[in-house]
């Protein structure tokens, strides 16, 4: 497993932008597809985007499509969650991921071993 530590969240008002960071103290952090969840008070942990370990594929939630970007960069052992255009109902704990996608089942949470603490999105209306 790898240790990963989110940062970069916080209060913001509508319409604003933040961006997630996701750092890894392995090397390995290459060999790892990875993923954003989010948790929402009193509701389950739902998929927001993943990434192959090549950074070549993506894949996003409808509810984020055109408003998130993930993207990573292998040297520094670092994803991003770049979001734009943030809602009310972004407002969640946020969380990164790693394991190995199969199948093509991005979005599920059991594909990842490995999770970070999460970090906290507020977004004021």
């Known amino acids: 497993q790898v240790q990963l530590v989110e940062s970069g969240g916080g209060l913001v008002q509508a319409g604003a932008s933040l961006r997630l960071s996701c750092a890894a103290s392995?090397?390995?952090?290459?060999?790892?597809?990875l993923g954003w969840f989010r948790q929402a008070p009193g509701k389950e942990r739902t998929f927001v985007g993943a990434i192959l370990r090549s950074g070549r594929r993506t894949w996003y939630a409808d509810s984020v499509k055109g408003r998130f970007t993930i993207s990573r960069d292998n040297a520094k052992n670092t994803m991003y969650l770049q979001m734009n255009s943030l809602k009310p109902e972004d407002t969640a704990v946020y969380y990164c991921?790693?394991?190995?996608?199969?199948?093509?089942?991005?979005?599920?949470?059991?594909?990842?071993?490995?999770w970070g603490q999460g970090t906290q999105v507020t977004v004021s209306s």
């Open positions: 991921a790693a394991g190995t996608i199969y199948s093509g089942s991005y979005y599920d949470p059991g594909q990842f071993a490995s």
């Open positions: 392995e090397r390995t952090f290459s060999l790892y597809d």
